[in-house]
């Protein structure tokens, strides 16, 4: 159940966005709400937590463009689609690429073995790239078409948090 605040710093949020989709990001909103996280403001941006864990699933706000984006946390996640998997590519290949911490250094900030906790991505030369699994990454071009993966992504990787993260069963 959200409080009055939360819902105006969401509604203040969707007022900003064209029509079509804002009720994207209200579908995956009220998922997001269904499966126990709730909104809150940090900085410029709105991030979903949940109280079982405490740890961020998705992000939503405006770009340094000024465009808006969703972001998802989906590292516990396989098998998705080729879609999300250019998501993790570009992410890895981009400029600034840092191995995540858990790997490179063998930090244990997160729960789970860093092989099911972090985003991985196979370099064309084969070469294992990985990426911290406690971002949210922004989901380039949302559109209706991607709520049905978007909302299994959700649920997979909150089946993982609570398994591996919560303090307290759902």
């Given amino acids: 159940m959200r409080t009055k605040k939360q819902t105006e710093i969401l509604e203040e949020y969707l007022a900003g966005l064209e029509p079509e989709l804002a009720q994207i990001y209200r579908e995956l909103i009220l998922h997001l709400s269904g499966l126990g996280y709730d909104p809150k403001r940090q900085r410029a941006n709105i991030v979903f937590t949940c109280p079982w864990h405490g740890k961020q699933i998705a992000k939503i706000g405006l770009d340094k463009k000024g465009d808006p984006f969703f972001g998802l946390r ?11 998997e250019r998501i993790v590519a570009d992410v890895v290949s981009g400029k600034g690429y840092r191995e995540a911490r858990c790997i490179a250094n ?19 030369d084969g070469e294992k790239r990985y990426h911290c699994g406690a971002k949210a990454l922004a989901i380039p071009g949302l559109c209706s078409a991607d709520v049905p993966e978007v909302k299994a992504l959700m649920e997979e990787e909150h089946r993982f948090l609570m398994e591996h993260e919560a303090n307290s069963p759902a």
């Fill in 74 to 84: 989906f590292s516990a996640c396989r098998g998705y689609s080729p879609r999300f």
């Fill in 106 to 124: 063998g930090e244990d900030f997160c729960k789970g073995t860093p092989s099911e906790r972090v985003y991985i991505y196979e370099m064309p």
